[in-house]
């Protein structure tokens, strides 16, 4: 969901463990960034169970998230796509603060 203008837009994400980002684009061929999410800016990632995005698509795909400034409300084609998704992000945000000593 868009940040200013709360209306659904799709973008193609991209889980960089390397790099600690999820970065996302318009589409999988776009070259130019729309933004990125630094994994130490994560604070939660969850299923948005309290319906919180706004006239979401489909609630029962939709999951948050929370960095620092915002939160990203997100629509997973699939409930085992949104299972990853979540899976993955936690696991990368977490293995951040592995490297933090």
Same mark, same amino acid.
């Given at each position: 969901?868009?940040?200013?203008?709360?209306?659904?837009?799709?973008?193609?994400?991209?889980?960089?463990?390397?790099?600690?980002?999820?970065?996302?684009?318009?589409?999988?061929?776009? @070259?130019?960034?729309?933004?990125?999410?630094?994994?130490? @800016? $994560?604070?939660?990632v969850y299923y948005d169970h309290l319906k919180k995005a706004h006239k979401s698509p489909?609630?029962?795909?939709?999951?948050?998230?929370?960095?620092?400034?915002? $939160?990203?409300?997100?629509? @997973?084609?699939?409930?085992?796509a949104m299972r990853i998704w979540i899976d993955v992000i936690v696991t990368g945000a977490?293995?951040?603060?592995?490297?933090?000593?």
């Amino acid at each position: 969901m868009g940040r200013k203008i709360k209306t659904w837009k799709k973008h193609w994400f991209v889980f960089d463990r390397n790099r600690r980002t999820l970065s996302y684009f318009s589409d999988k061929h776009e @070259a130019k960034l729309k933004g990125v999410i630094y994994f130490q @800016a $994560i604070e939660e990632v969850y299923y948005d169970h309290l319906k919180k995005a706004h006239k979401s698509p489909n609630p029962c795909l939709t999951f948050s998230v929370k960095t620092h400034d915002r $939160i990203y409300y997100m629509l @997973a084609p699939s409930p085992e796509a949104m299972r990853i998704w979540i899976d993955v992000i936690v696991t990368g945000a977490e293995g951040y603060t592995q490297f933090m000593v």
